[in-house]
């Protein structure tokens, strides 16, 4: 069951996107201040080889995700590095998975995990942006950084438990 409805997605959306530089720094001190580890995994990328403009795509994704998170009037807890490696490695084993399938094997597997999903709209977004910018930049292996990057963050909001959802929480609440 999806905890960021379409419109508190559409919300985290515009809120972004009309923000100034000055309001996106302000995000992006909360952001530290409520998901330090989300914040961190996002800067790590040009370590990793990834340009700081295509970093900054990343930072622009972890901006819309914490806005949306924000928007749902959910309490989150901390996503812990734990909680991001464990994310990775069961997505990377999912696509690892998929390599050895038929191509409409890989569809239906595709279709199944998309349908499952707990948070459809916030995985539509991020996704359907990710696309965009991959036909719009001039492609470097690094890319596949921000996409797994952008990947985990999604899964790490999806299926981290949260007191809304009845599951016990250490974490602090994100003010709307």
Same mark, same amino acid.
């Given at each position: 069951m999806t905890r960021i409805?379409? /419109?508190?997605?559409?919300?985290?959306?515009?809120?972004?996107?009309?923000?100034? $530089?000055?309001?996106?720094?302000?995000? @992006?001190? *909360?952001? #530290? $201040?409520?998901q330090p580890h989300m914040l961190g995994s996002v800067l790590v990328l040009p370590k990793l080889g990834v340009s700081m403009e295509k970093t900054? #795509?990343?930072? *622009?994704?972890?901006?819309?995700? #914490?806005?949306?998170?924000? !928007?749902?009037?959910?309490?989150?807890?901390?996503? @812990? *590095? /734990?909680?991001? *490696?464990l994310q990775q490695r069961v997505y990377v084993t999912t696509v690892r998975l998929g390599e050895d399938l038929s191509p409409m094997q890989r569809d239906r597997l595709m279709q199944q995990y998309l349908r499952n999903h707990p948070e459809q709209n916030l995985l539509a977004c991020i996704g359907a942006r990710t696309a965009d910018w991959l036909e719009r930049i001039d492609p470097e292996?690094?890319?596949?950084?921000?996409? $797994? !990057?952008?990947?985990?963050?999604?899964?790490?909001?999806? #299926?981290?438990? @949260?007191?809304?959802?009845?599951e016990p929480s250490a974490g602090a609440r994100i003010a709307k």
């Open positions: 409805s379409l /419109d508190a997605m559409a919300r985290a959306m515009r809120a972004v996107e009309a923000m100034n $530089l000055s309001q996106k720094e302000a995000l @992006t001190d *909360e952001l #530290f $201040l409520a900054e #795509f990343a930072i *622009e994704l972890l901006l819309l995700c #914490f806005q949306a998170m924000k !928007a749902s009037g959910r309490a989150w807890p901390p996503i @812990t *590095e /734990d909680d991001q *490696e292996d690094s890319d596949r950084y921000v996409m $797994l !990057a952008a990947a985990n963050l999604v899964n790490c909001i999806a #299926f981290i438990p @949260t007191p809304a959802s009845g």
